[in-house]
């Protein structure tokens, strides 16, 4: 379901950690999209600031499939969805 969101939203996507915490700081970010696989250290300031935040969070299970349903050739660990 998650991954369809989020091929869905192509033109709303934010990819990556430090894109994803910075438009958080700007309150651009709707929901934020975290691959289960992907690692703690990246994850864990995304988790606190998406609390801080109250931008509600979703998971899924690959790094490599939310990747390709972002549109990107590589993995990712977070992506979020612009408002």
Same mark, same amino acid.
């Given at each position: 379901?998650?991954?369809?969101?989020?091929? #869905?939203? #192509?033109?709303?996507?934010?990819?990556?950690?430090? #894109?994803?915490?910075?438009?958080?700081?700007? $309150?651009?970010? #709707?929901?934020?999209?975290?691959?289960?696989?992907?690692?703690?250290?990246?994850?864990?300031?995304?988790?606190?600031?998406?609390?801080?935040?109250?931008?509600?969070?979703?998971?899924?299970? $690959?790094?490599?499939?939310?990747?390709?349903?972002?549109?990107?050739?590589?993995?990712?660990?977070?992506?979020?969805?612009?408002?």
């Amino acid at each position: 379901m998650s991954y369809e969101k989020v091929a #869905q939203a #192509q033109n709303r996507l934010i990819i990556g950690a430090k #894109q994803v915490l910075k438009s958080m700081k700007n $309150s651009e970010v #709707q929901e934020v999209v975290i691959a289960e696989n992907a690692e703690r250290r990246i994850t864990d300031e995304i988790l606190q600031m998406a609390e801080q935040y109250q931008v509600p969070v979703v998971y899924v299970e $690959s790094m490599k499939e939310l990747g390709k349903a972002s549109g990107i050739e590589v993995g990712a660990a977070t992506v979020a969805i612009r408002q």
